[in-house]
């Protein structure tokens, strides 16, 4: 991952993350990540992703415990779900 002003502003002084291999252990495309996260002004990912089967990502949560979601380019906590509220 190149350091530039935006990844260092973005990430507050933090390196960034050198790739987003694997999730919850799902293994991701990165370029596709960098494009929904960084270079992605007008939409979001494609319909469908979070259920596509190389990313399932509800099939991999577990209801009954938290998950701390992560910003995909520095790796800093973003949220934790699903906290005070159901799954």
């Known amino acids: 991952v190149t350091v ?3 990844t ?15 999730y ?15 270079h992605n002004h007008r939409y979001a990912e494609y319909r469908g992703y979070l259920a596509a089967p190389e ?7 577990n209801p009954d415990e938290e998950t701390i979601f992560y910003d995909s380019v520095c790796g800093i906590p973003l949220f934790i779900a699903p906290r005070g509220r159901t799954f």
Do not use: K
């Open 8 to 22: 260092d502003e973005q990430c507050l002084g933090f390196d960034p993350q050198p790739n987003l291999v694997n």
């Open 55 to 61: 990313v399932d990502l509800f099939g991999r949560l």
């Open 4 to 6: 530039n002003a935006a």
């Open 24 to 38: 919850l252990g799902a293994s991701l495309n990165y370029e596709t990540a960098d494009s929904i996260c960084c």
